[in-house]
């Protein structure tokens, strides 16, 4: 199933709105990584808040998006990861320190917003 | 006895259906939420590796007693895939042939209460994880 890519302004919002085979993953990385070349994107936020298990492929997966987006210019910030999830990720071992996480998509477009110095409301 | 529910992996959306059917039979348990979690991501691990070097098995779930009554979820993922040469390296972090992280095997085994696996060189591999329910070994004690 694919995961909907809403554009505000530099931002890409990707959610994640059920559970994810490894094909709807690959899928998400191929459409993140167009829609940031065809709208010039600079920041991409995914939300994971509906997604109750990330396994290492997942994971594993969401790090090449974040990775990949910022060799474009881009940066990347995971929002939603549940509680149990996050523990469930670190009881695996996956390491994820080098990719940029919020809370919830309010705090993860604020972070944005201070990185890229611009207001992410205008230009549609 | 109980019944044993039984899902076929042959694809990934496969790999889905076992976890989420793992995740339900744990709620009826009243495993915490954690607990489901961890033992729904194990199983997503141990299903894929699956897909990944036998390309087809299985899951078999059902509900184990220990001792004192108290229940748990045992899952088996079994395939007659090439099998795993070196158990031992199998399970060590960062060991991998399938091109993944090598966190599968030894991070699903720190994700459950009991871990066990069997594999031969041609002979496929089996592995069983069994998830406790805490709450009733809590009543047990009280």
Known sequence: MAVPILKQGPVLIASIQTALTDTDVLQLREDVMGQVTRHRSRGIIVDVTALDVMDSFVSRSLRGIAHMTRLRGAETVIVGIQPEVAFAMVQLGMQFEDVQTALDLEEGLALLRTQLKEPLDGGG | ?142
């Not at chain 2, 691990?45 to 899951?59: D, H, L, M, P, Q």
């Open chain 2, 1 to 142: 006895m109980e019944a044993e529910s039984r899902i076929a992996i042959e694809s990934d959306a496969d790999v889905v259906t076992a976890r989420q059917r793992a995740r339900e039979l744990a709620a009826e348990l009243d495993l915490s939420s954690t607990d489901q979690t961890l033992l729904a991501t194990a199983i997503s691990e141990v299903a894929r590796n699956i897909t990944t070097y036998a390309k087809r098995g299985e899951v078999r779930l059902r509900v184990v007693r220990d001792g004192d009554g108290r229940p748990g979820i045992e899952v088996v993922a079994a395939d007659h895939g090439p099998g795993i040469a070196d158990v031992e390296r199998a399970l060590q972090d960062g060991y991998t042939t399938g091109g993944g992280l090598g966190l599968g095997l030894p991070g699903a085994r720190r994700l459950v209460d009991e871990f066990d696996i069997q594999s031969a060189p041609s002979a496929g591999t089996t592995v069983t994880l069994v998830m406790w329910s805490r709450t009733a070994a809590r009543g047990v004690r009280a």
